[in-house]
């Protein structure tokens, strides 16, 4: 039995409606992904020459496509309900997944890609960005997404004596 002031919680029509913390994860990600690239990038040109460069370059761009919709997916629906958000995380990731497999493919063939360069960098890129991360992300409730900055604190004087 419940009273009329009592609300429930239905994850069918209830939808998100604050700030999306996915998406400024994902921002920070990308922007993260971006800084790093140069690097790998020229990692793979050592190895395994231009084709190296290039096929870490499209690894590069794969990864960060896939980390953008992966936020698009989650935002999207979070606002239409919660229940959508569930499966757009679920069903999002196996879609993301078959598009990783389908940019792969599409390129397999090519004079310029080199797939160790590839999957070497869509396999470190990921698993580095999001370990990179870790360090920027709060995992509080009170702060969803990414840590607040910290207030600087005007330095405190050293205690002084009481006068007699």
């Given at each position: 039995?419940?009273?009329?002031?009592?609300?429930?919680?239905?994850?069918?029509?209830?939808?998100?409606?604050?700030a999306a913390p996915e998406v400024s994860v994902s921002n920070d990600i990308i922007k993260r992904g971006l800084i790093a690239a140069p690097v790998l990038i020229g990692i793979c040109a050592v190895i395994w020459g231009v084709d190296g460069a290039l096929s870490s370059a499209y690894g590069i761009a794969i990864v960060l496509a896939n980390f953008a919709l992966a936020a698009a997916f989650i935002a999207g629906a979070a606002r239409i309900s919660l229940g959508l958000m569930m499966g757009a995380s679920l069903f999002g990731y196996l879609i993301r997944l078959g598009l990783i497999f389908l940019a792969v493919w599409l390129v397999k063939d090519a004079s310029?890609?080199?797939?160790?360069?590839?999957?070497?960098?869509?396999?470190?890129?990921?698993?580095?960005?999001?370990?990179?991360?870790?360090?920027y992300v709060a995992i509080?409730?009170?702060?969803?997404?990414?840590?607040p900055e910290r207030a600087t604190k005007p330095p405190t004087s050293a205690p002084r004596p009481l006068d007699d």
């Open positions: 039995m419940t009273s009329g002031s009592e609300t429930t919680f239905d994850p069918v029509t209830t939808r998100f409606t604050g310029w890609i080199s797939l160790p360069a590839l999957g070497s960098t869509i396999i470190v890129s990921h698993l580095g960005l999001l370990v990179w991360e870790l360090k509080s409730l009170a702060y969803p997404g990414l840590k």
